[in-house]
């Protein structure tokens, strides 16, 4: 069963697994989303936690198996719009 994008941008992120896809000036960062804001992700991993802003990153979600590619600002909304906005 293959995933479609939306799907994911629609649904609860807190919980899942992520891949911050290294970019100018950022490391390979990954780990599960613990908070979520409009313009930010907050990532717990092995070590501590790390906030990474949205915009600027792409990401690579594990989502029931399988990953998942989306550009941070595709999803820069409040948790509670993205939700409603996605369709």
């Not at 992120?13 to 599960?32: A, D, H, K, R």
């Not at 990153?57 to 996605?86: A, C, N, W």
């Amino acid at each position: 069963m293959s995933l479609n994008k939306r799907d994911v941008m629609r649904s609860e992120l807190i919980g899942l697994e992520v891949e911050v896809l290294p970019n100018t000036g950022c490391g390979n960062i990954s780990g599960t989303i613990v908070d979520e804001t409009k313009n930010t992700f907050v990532l717990r991993r092995s070590d501590r936690e790390v906030t990474v802003p949205k915009a600027a990153h792409d990401f690579m979600f594990t989502y029931q198996g399988e990953k998942v590619l989306i550009h941070g600002s595709e999803i820069q909304h409040r948790p509670e719009d993205r939700i409603k906005k996605i369709r």
